[in-house]
């Protein structure tokens, strides 16, 4: 198993800062894949950015440029550095981790950008 705790979200003026993280802890080092994704209300869930095990990283193109995901191996964590927010980018931010066939996903932490 795989258990993933996500933080940093909260309430942000448009053009702010927020950097969320992930902490993930269990079964981890077959995970192949790292993932960014959220959930707006009323809309399905969508995937933001992406890190594999090798480091490579991969953007939707609604953030590209002002996101920026990244991994520190040694402490377990992931985050998401966003930069440039607007209102569009209020949502549920989750995290998701593949070993194999399987994904596991964080519980989600509320973004919300206003002024």
């Known amino acids: 198993q795989v258990q993933l705790v996500e933080s940093g979200g909260g309430l942000v003026q448009p053009g702010g800062s927020l950097r969320l993280s992930c902490a993930a802890s269990g079964s981890i080092s077959s995970i192949f894949v790292w993932g960014w994704y959220r959930q707006a209300p009323g809309k399905q869930r969508e995937w933001v950015a992406s890190?594999?095990?090798?480091?490579?990283?991969t953007y939707a193109d609604s953030v590209k440029g002002r996101f920026t995901i990244s991994r520190d191996n040694a402490k377990n964590m992931m985050y998401l550095q966003m930069n440039s927010l607007k209102p569009d980018d209020t949502a549920v931010y989750y995290c998701?981790?593949?070993?194999?066939?399987?994904?596991?996903w964080g519980q989600g932490t509320q973004v919300t950008v206003s002024s």
């Open positions: 890190i594999t095990s090798g480091g490579i990283t």
């Open positions: 998701r981790a593949d070993r194999g066939s399987r994904q596991f």
